[in-house]
């Protein structure tokens, strides 16, 4: 009977080990999801972070997304959107997608300036972090509209030595030339920006990334659409310019009978120019 039982332990032993999940038995990371992370006490100050399988703090670099809504809408869902092209072109890279305070039009709270230190907190949270989620301090900063000027502000004017290059679709790059494109954008600029580029000239100036390029700033392509009526292509026409200006290594590609916003397929296409441009850290 003992060794019936000996031996009936040593098959069920056996059973378990190789049922094990295989990466935990090879010491490779398995992929992971982290989501709704708070970086700040404020209910829209949370991230989610999506780290790939096999990541090591030597070889996996980070992608950090900020999505669009006029500074007044939108969510950290957005990456949903193109989030299967991310995996495919940004193949090993992390993901996180942030959240940051929208503009309260009740209380006239949570203007860009408020959005543009909710970034600079998210980051220093991230970087804090990177040891414990297994990644390298290689990070690019991406973003969409809204979301691609306060990319760009950040790659611009508030930069930490971790990022090393810049995506940033349909972008506002330059406030005062925005809020002439037409009524409604002055009104919500008025707003934002707590009055016109005339009676608040050093908030445009300070909240515009076009302010803050010099020629030590981190690599930047740029993609828009040529019938964009929200965000005017001249916005990343003008940044194009002083990019080259200051000698920075750019990319700009205007995007042919599109607007404010790209087909799936374009997406797939350009994120992958996007991965060619940043090439190898």
């Known amino acids: 009977m003992k060794k019936y039982f000996d031996r009936y332990f040593l098959l069920l032993s056996a059973v378990v080990f190789f049922s094990c999940d295989e990466d935990q038995v090879s010491g490779v990371l398995p992929p992971a999801e982290l989501l709704d992370e708070a970086y700040g006490s404020h209910a ?48 090993g890279y992390a993901l996180i997608s942030l959240n940051y305070r929208l503009f309260d039009f009740t209380t006239g709270s949570n203007g860009i300036a408020t959005q543009e230190q909710d970034i600079i907190s998210a980051f220093d949270y991230i970087e804090a972090h990177l040891g414990e989620w297994n990644l390298s301090d290689d990070i690019v900063i991406a973003g969409a509209s809204a979301g691609g000027h306060l990319a760009l502000l950040h790659a611009y004017k508030n930069n930490s030595s971790d990022l090393k290059a810049a995506v940033a679709f349909f972008p506002p790059t330059d406030l005062t030339a925005l809020y002439g494109n037409n009524t409604l954008t002055a009104s919500t600029l008025s707003l934002l920006m707590g009055g016109s580029p005339e009676s608040a000239a050093s908030a445009y100036a300070a909240l515009s990334p076009i302010s803050h390029v010099d020629r030590l700033d981190v690599p930047t392509i740029l993609f828009h659409g040529d019938q964009d009526a929200v965000v005017p292509i001249s916005q990343s026409a003008l940044l194009e310019a002083k990019l080259q200006s200051e000698n920075v290594r750019h990319e700009f590609t205007t995007v042919p009978s599109q607007g404010h916003g790209f087909t799936a397929d374009t997406y797939a296409q350009l994120l992958r120019q996007a991965r060619v441009f940043i090439g190898e850290f």
């Open 44 to 91: 829209q100050q949370k991230m989610d972070i999506f780290l790939p399988g096999g990541r090591s703090q030597s070889d996996t670099p980070l992608l950090v997304y900020i999505h669009g809504g006029a500074w007044i809408d939108g969510d950290k869902s957005e990456v949903l959107q193109v989030k299967p092209f991310l995996e495919s072109e940004f193949a």
